[in-house]
Structures are given as structure tokens and as C-alpha cells.
């Protein structure tokens, strides 16, 4: 944010999200591998910190949706996945941004934690006995969802 030309043209940018000039969209992945989806811990803030999330990110001036989810999954897990459909409903955040998921589907590479404490493959059943105080608020009206698609055929 300290780099941003538009900090210096508006005083609020580097406070406020919402008028920073950037795009207001987050993307986060539902990697799905057959009956299991991938689901990591976040590090910061500290009130997210050891919470489980889509891993993803804020989507940059001129990327698609597609194109942030594939650099997200590259920079935070270290492999390259296809983004697929749209999975649930976009989630207002509370600080002016909109997070979308999408399914996505691995194509080559091992998934690690390299920016988050943890990750770990879910099945439908553990994502059910997740405690919801476990997981990032914005995400977990998600989970219904990634259960259904876990389920499917
Ligand atoms: N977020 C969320 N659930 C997710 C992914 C993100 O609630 N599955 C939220 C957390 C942040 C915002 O979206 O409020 C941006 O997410 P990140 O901090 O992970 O994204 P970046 O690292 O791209 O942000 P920045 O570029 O601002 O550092």
C-alpha cells in the first residue's frame, strides 16, 4: 500500500479498501481432488489467525477472476490449478471487499502451507464436524456448499 500512486491523491486509500483504487474482489479456491477439499489456516491477522479458509486472495487491477485464483493458488500452496465454476454466493466482507469462490481443480504440483500455518484436505464429513468458530467468518456459509459439491455424483 506504501507504493500505491493513489495513497498520495487520496488520503483515506491507505486506511480504507474501499477507495484505494484497486479491484474490491477476492477470489478464494475450492481445490476439489475427488472426495476431499483443500482448506488452509490462515497466519494474520491475529483475529483470523489459526482459522480455516478457501485459500485466495484480492484479485489485482486487469486479472480476471480466473487468472487471481491461479496466481493465489501458485504464490500460497505452490501449485498450479484450472479454476472451474462459481461454488456458493459472493460474501460481503466487512471492510468494503467482495469474496467469491470458485471450484478449481489441481493440475500439477504438491499443495503446501506456505503462507498459512497449515493445510488439509477435508472430506464432507470433517467439514460437518468442523466447529464453525474454527473457521473465517466470511467462509462458513460456504460449507453447505462444499459439502454438496463433495457429495455430487
Ligand atoms: N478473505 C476471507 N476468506 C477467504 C479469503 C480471504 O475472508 N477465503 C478475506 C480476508 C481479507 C481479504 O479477504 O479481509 C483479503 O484476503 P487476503 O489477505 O488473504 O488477500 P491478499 O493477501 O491478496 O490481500 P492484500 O493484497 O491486501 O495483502
Given at each position: 500500500a506504501a507504493a500505491n500512486p493513489e495513497s498520495a491523491a487520496n488520503p483515506e486509500a491507505a486506511a480504507n479498501p474501499e477507495s484505494?483504487?484497486?479491484?474490491r474482489d477476492v477470489v478464494a479456491a475450492a481445490v476439489i481432488d475427488r472426495d476431499r477439499v483443500l482448506l488452509a489456516q490462515r497466519a494474520h491477522p491475529a483475529a483470523l489467525a489459526g482459522k480455516w479458509e478457501l485459500p485466495g486472495g484480492r484479485v489485482e487491477a486487469g486479472e480476471t477472476h480466473a487468472q487471481a485464483l491461479v496466481r493465489e493458488i501458485r504464490e500460497e500452496l505452490g501449485a498450479e490449478v484450472e479454476a472451474g465454476d462459481g461454488i456458493g454466493t459472493p460474501v460481503a466482507l466487512p471492510n468494503g471487499l467482495t469474496l467469491h469462490a470458485y471450484r478449481a481443480r489441481l493440475r500439477s504440483g504438491t499443495p503446501a502451507a506456505l503462507e498459512h500455518l497449515e493445510m488439509r484436505w477435508f472430506t464432507a464429513a470433517e467439514l460437518r464436524a468442523l466447529?464453525?468458530?474454527?473457521?473465517v467468518p466470511a467462509d462458513r456459509g460456504w460449507i453447505p456448499d462444499l459439502c454438496r459439491a463433495l457429495e455430487e455424483t
Open positions: 484505494d483504487g484497486r479491484p466447529d464453525a468458530e474454527d473457521v
